[in-house]
């Protein structure tokens, strides 16, 4: 049986020009002290790419973690969400040792709806 809640490596949003093309043409929705940068691809699925500067989280356990935590919520909902785009997730601020899934899914949350790809 195979899920449709895979990350496989095409769903990887991967190289700098991808990245800086994102940038420079994509909008940017901002809760708290993540920033979502979308823009439409024209591909058939959602890439998915991360920013999280060592010079804002100094530990790099907890640089993973947050890019765990995103990827899962991630995984469990892009089914909720429109397909075609590329998505750039930056984190700017340490959210603490603590944080949660179900904090970062609310977080998810609200900036997909900030870019309107929610498509329930």
Excluded: Q, W
Aim: hydrophobic share 35%; with cysteine.
């Amino acid at each position: 049986m195979i899920s449709d809640e895979t990350f496989g490596k095409r769903e990887r949003l991967l190289k700098s020009k991808d990245f800086g093309r994102v940038y420079k043409k994509g909008a940017s929705f901002k809760k708290d002290s993540v920033i979502l940068y979308c823009l439409p691809s024209g591909l058939e699925h959602n890439r998915l790419g991360f920013s999280i500067a060592s010079k804002n989280i100094r530990l790099a356990t907890r640089r993973n973690k947050i890019r765990r935590l995103f990827k899962e919520v991630y995984r469990r909902r892009k089914k909720d969400l429109n397909k075609g785009f590329d998505l750039v997730i930056i984190v700017k601020r340490d959210p603490g040792k603590t944080v949660s899934r179900k904090e970062i899914e609310e977080m998810f949350s609200a900036l997909a709806k900030g870019a309107k790809i929610l498509a329930r």
